[in-house]
């Protein structure tokens, strides 16, 4: 496979992962907004936050609150990782690589991207959480579709491997938001409206059903694993290093040398560090620490591929 058709294919894929994490955080977000107190917590302070990107919102915008958020995060034309100039440039990453995808495929992509323009022009409409989950809906409706009308070659292992890079950093930003900047005080630790938070995080994640299935109660320790180190829930960070070290480790075999690539390398390592950490050790040491280091890690996994697959190290 060129470089170029690898490279295309992994940021389409990461790309359309974002923009159905930010309409998860959102939808989300106006959920906790309706259930929690009045005035208790912000909620739109901590998805800035979850960015990385305070100092350029601030400078833009000014202060957070719904409207300027949800504008920020969903139709932002000048922000890079807005919903909808990250459907755009997967629409555009998708174009270029057409005949390696299914025409179902590249229609979903093509739909999503012109239903999130669309609204995007609709001043009227009424962007509610049940907006926001018809997005989800799509971006769920292309993963259906990828699986089911592709073979599971290099194309498909590469756009594996950029979904699943996408999905564990953004399932570490928002477990790190809530636990370090949500709740207002310690006082709040173990309480109704703590157990609240904890929930909508895992709503955020499709996976409070499957916790549930598991503990019957809102543990932090419990959460945390489950967010972390759970082995079969898809979206968990152990979960997805698995998939996307799987992925690598079959692109490696259809390699020229069918070695193992230093990317794969370090996702291997990575792999073996959240297979053996236990959350006790995690929450005695520092979470946000520990979120800290696997996010550099991603990040040098990210920069690694693009120096033994890609031409360049951003698309």
């Not at 809906?137 to 756009?159: E, K, N, P, R, Y």
């Not at 006082?187 to 499709?206: N, P, R």
Request: one cysteine or more; a negative charge; hydrophobic letters at 40%.
């Amino acid at each position: 496979m060129l470089s170029r058709v690898a490279e295309s294919v992994y940021w389409m894929s990461r790309q359309i992962e974002r923009a159905e994490n930010i309409a998860r955080f959102l939808e989300v977000t106006l959920h906790l907004i309706l259930d929690q107190p009045e005035n208790l917590v912000d909620p739109w302070d901590p998805l800035v936050r979850v960015t990385g990107d305070e100092q350029w919102f601030k400078e833009k915008y000014g202060a957070p609150n719904q409207e300027n958020v949800v504008h920020f995060l969903a139709f932002d034309d000048e922000y890079p990782h807005s919903m909808l100039t990250c459907l755009r440039a997967a629409r555009e990453n998708a174009r270029g690589v057409r005949e390696k995808l299914s025409s179902e495929a590249f229609e979903q992509i093509n739909e999503f991207y012109h239903f999130v323009r669309d609204a995007s022009r609709n001043e009227s409409l009424d962007r509610n959480s049940k907006f926001f989950d018809d997005i989800r809906q799509h971006a769920l409706l292309w993963s259906g579709v990828l699986g089911s009308t592709m073979a599971q070659d290099t194309t498909w292992h590469f756009a594996n491997v950029g979904r699943m890079l996408e999905r564990s950093d953004k399932t570490s930003r928002i477990l790190d938001v809530k636990y370090f900047n949500l709740l207002l005080s310690v006082d709040h630790v173990g309480t109704a409206i703590d157990e609240l938070q904890w929930s909508a995080l895992l709503l955020a994640i499709s996976g409070f059903e499957a916790y549930r299935r598991d503990h019957h109660d809102i543990d932090v320790e419990n959460v945390v694993d489950f967010f972390l180190f759970n082995r079969t829930f898809p979206r968990s960070v152990h979960h997805c290093i698995a998939s996307a070290g799987w992925s690598l480790s079959e692109i490696d075999q259809c390699s020229r040398t069918r070695q193992a690539s230093p990317a794969s390398e370090k996702m291997d390592a990575l792999q073996h560090r959240l297979a053996t950490a236990k959350v006790d050790d995690v929450l005695a040491s520092g979470m946000h620490e520990f979120v800290d280091d696997l996010q550099r890690e991603l990040n040098d996994i990210g920069n690694s591929l693009a120096e033994d697959y890609f031409q360049s190290s951003h698309k």
